[in-house]
């Protein structure tokens, strides 16, 4: 069965501090990862997308990882500001060719204070 | 215009009612989205559409049904709801239909079922 596990489920940081959040996923055949943001009651919206073959990409102050071998991604949030509060969404899809397999992380809620 | 829309924002209905969210795109994506979303929950697939044709149904009881009258367009009808199906209704679309295709949401339609 498909998973994406999504670790710590909330966190809080201090405006101005950076943070990883995690993603472990057992989704095959591994297709792409991506890392949303969804600020609370909108739709999300993607940051990243990463395919197998990609170990770092970046977007601005948010820094996506992958390791295809353990099959982990972190997300890491440099210079945090209040408007990153927000719930971060691990989406890994599967498959090849037609339609794909995509599964959604529980996402982590992040709260970024003052 | 990188923007999907949903209307309306907010929708209040009683079971007994009939109403409709719509989702609007014109970005020449082929593909689109329904997804229900609980609260702190991650947004479960309803259904797909490629190409107008509905591809995906994910057992979803037949209250919701779904339309895409044209590419740009795609309609949830809703009838006979229960006080479960209070959720966050999501569209999103994407280039093609397959999962490799990076989906852009819509901002949601926040409904209440009394």
């Known amino acids: 069965k498909n998973q994406v596990e999504q670790s710590p489920q909330s966190l809080i940081i201090l405006e101005g501090k950076n943070c990883t959040l995690q993603?472990?996923?057992?989704?095959?055949?591994?297709?792409?990862l991506r890392w949303y943001k969804q600020d609370t009651g909108r739709g999300p919206v993607s940051l990243t997308i990463?395919?197998?073959?990609?170990n770092t990409k970046s977007n601005g102050r948010y820094t996506a990882t992958l390791d295809a071998d353990t099959k982990q991604s972190s997300l890491h949030i440099t210079a945090s500001q209040l408007s990153d509060s927000a719930s971060y969404i691990c989406?890994?899809?599967?498959?090849?060719?037609?339609?794909?397999?995509?599964?959604f992380g529980t996402g982590t809620k992040l709260q970024v204070i003052p | 215009d990188t923007e999907v829309t949903q209307t309306p924002k907010h929708l209040v209905m009683g079971m007994t009612n009939k109403k409709s969210l719509k989702c609007e795109q014109h970005?020449?994506?082929?593909?689109m989205y329904w997804y229900k979303q609980k609260a702190k929950k991650p947004p479960e697939l309803m259904f797909v559409?490629?190409?107008?044709?509905?591809?995906i149904n994910e057992s979803v009881p037949s209250r919701f049904s779904p339309e895409c009258p044209n590419s740009s367009l795609l309609n949830l009808h809703l009838h006979a709801l229960q006080p479960e199906d209070s959720a966050l209704y999501l569209c999103?679309?994407?280039?093609?239909?397959?999962?490799?295709?990076?989906?852009?949401f819509g901002p949601g339609t926040r409904l209440t079922v009394l």
């Open positions: 999103a679309s994407s280039q093609g239909g397959t999962g490799n295709n990076e989906q852009f």
């Open positions: 993603c472990n996923y057992t989704v095959s055949p591994f297709s792409n």
């Open positions: 990463m395919t197998f073959s990609e």
């Open positions: 989406v890994v899809s599967a498959g090849s060719g037609g339609y794909q397999k995509v599964t």
């Open positions: 970005m020449g994506h082929r593909a």
């Open positions: 559409y490629s190409y107008e044709k509905l591809s």
